[in-house]
């Protein structure tokens, strides 16, 4: 059975970082694509940033250039480590994960990951 955890999430101020992770358990990052998804209130889940097991990565252009997702594939964890955080970051932070390595070539469609974890609370205030 698989199962995802999430951890890391918390309160910061704008301008400040966090590093969330996800530990898996079985599950195999071999062959695998893993992403991190959020949504807030009122809103719709929005895909963040995804990374498949050969190490590719992919980004929502609003957190391009702040976000960096990377995974340790040794503690079956997948990280994402968040700098300059603005307060429209603010949001649940899912983990996600599918065992299809093509999942990346659409990696921002909540629908092809079958695996989700019970999310993570982070709030960035002013």
């Known amino acids: 059975q698989v199962r995802l955890v999430e951890s890391g999430g918390g309160s910061v101020q704008a301008g400040g970082s966090l590093t969330l992770s996800c530990v898996a358990s079985g599950y195999s990052f071999s062959g695998s694509c893993m992403a991190w998804f959020r949504q807030a209130p009122g809103q719709e889940r929005e895909a963040v940033a995804a990374t498949d097991s050969d190490g590719d990565t992919s980004y929502a252009n609003s957190v391009k250039g702040r976000f960096a997702i990377s995974q340790d594939k040794a503690k079956n964890t997948l990280y994402l480590q968040m700098n300059d955080l603005k307060t429209e970051d603010s949001a649940m932070y899912y983990c996600?994960?599918?065992?299809?390595?093509?999942?990346?070539?659409?990696?921002?469609?909540?629908?092809?990951?079958?695996?989700w974890g019970q999310g993570i609370q982070v709030t960035v205030s002013s």
């Open positions: 996600a994960a599918s065992t299809n390595r093509n999942t990346m070539w659409e990696w921002f469609l909540a629908r092809l990951y079958a695996y």
